[in-house]
């Protein structure tokens, strides 16, 4: 899951440029370490959203539009990551537990909120009752549009 943390340099570097090529960085960068299809396409996907909301912001279905075309379109092989979307698109929870660290959870949720216009507090409370106290924050910086630079977790006290 920390993978996704990836998508917000790319999907800003990437702003000017097509989803083509913003898949190709994605693809580059996770080969390095996570060359699973389903993280090059979650990448890809959020840095594509991220790209559209800097030039339309507060286009929340514009951002999500952008991604699903884009996933759709590469058929088969992003099948898994287009799911994931219906599910956001759905409003489906799902649970952060048992694999917290799964691409698919940080992901279905940072699209499920973006689509609901969920305000950042109200983003953050629900990922931190999940239990994830800290790349899921990342997370909800997308679907907000907010800047965050510093945070104090609720539940242990700690900050970035």
Same mark, same amino acid.
């Given at each position: 899951? #920390?993978?996704?943390?990836? $998508?917000? #340099?790319?999907?800003?570097?990437?702003?000017? @440029? /097509?989803?083509?090529?913003?898949?190709?960085?994605?693809? *580059?960068?996770?080969?390095?370490?996570?060359?699973?299809?389903?993280?090059?396409?979650?990448? /890809?996907?959020?840095?594509?959203?991220?790209?559209?909301?800097?030039?339309?912001?507060?286009?929340?279905?514009?951002?999500?539009?952008?991604?699903?075309?884009?996933?759709? $379109?590469?058929?088969?092989?992003?099948?898994?990551?287009?799911?994931? =979307?219906?599910?956001? *698109?759905?409003?489906?929870?799902?649970?952060?537990?048992?694999?917290?660290?799964?691409?698919?959870?940080?992901?279905?949720?940072?699209?499920?909120? =973006?689509? @609901?216009?969920?305000?950042?507090?109200?983003? =953050?409370? *629900? /990922? @931190?009752?999940?239990?994830?106290?800290?790349?899921?924050?990342? =997370? /909800?910086?997308?679907?907000?549009?907010?800047?965050?630079?510093?945070?104090?977790?609720?539940?242990?006290?700690?900050?970035?």
């Amino acid at each position: 899951m #920390p993978y996704l943390r990836y $998508s917000t #340099p790319i999907g800003i570097y990437g702003h000017k @440029l /097509t989803d083509e090529e913003i898949y190709h960085i994605a693809n *580059e960068d996770g080969l390095l370490s996570h060359p699973s299809p389903c993280c090059i396409g979650a990448v /890809t996907c959020y840095s594509l959203a991220i790209a559209h909301l800097i030039h339309n912001p507060g286009d929340r279905s514009g951002a999500f539009g952008r991604a699903k075309v884009w996933v759709e $379109s590469r058929g088969q092989q992003m099948a898994d990551v287009a799911g994931w =979307l219906t599910d956001a *698109e759905n409003n489906v929870a799902v649970p952060y537990y048992p694999a917290p660290g799964w691409v698919k959870i940080g992901f279905t949720h940072a699209f499920r909120h =973006l689509l @609901l216009g969920t305000s950042y507090l109200d983003a =953050l409370k *629900e /990922t @931190l009752a999940g239990g994830i106290h800290n790349i899921f924050l990342l =997370l /909800t910086d997308l679907v907000t549009g907010r800047r965050r630079y510093r945070y104090e977790c609720m539940h242990c006290g700690r900050t970035n």
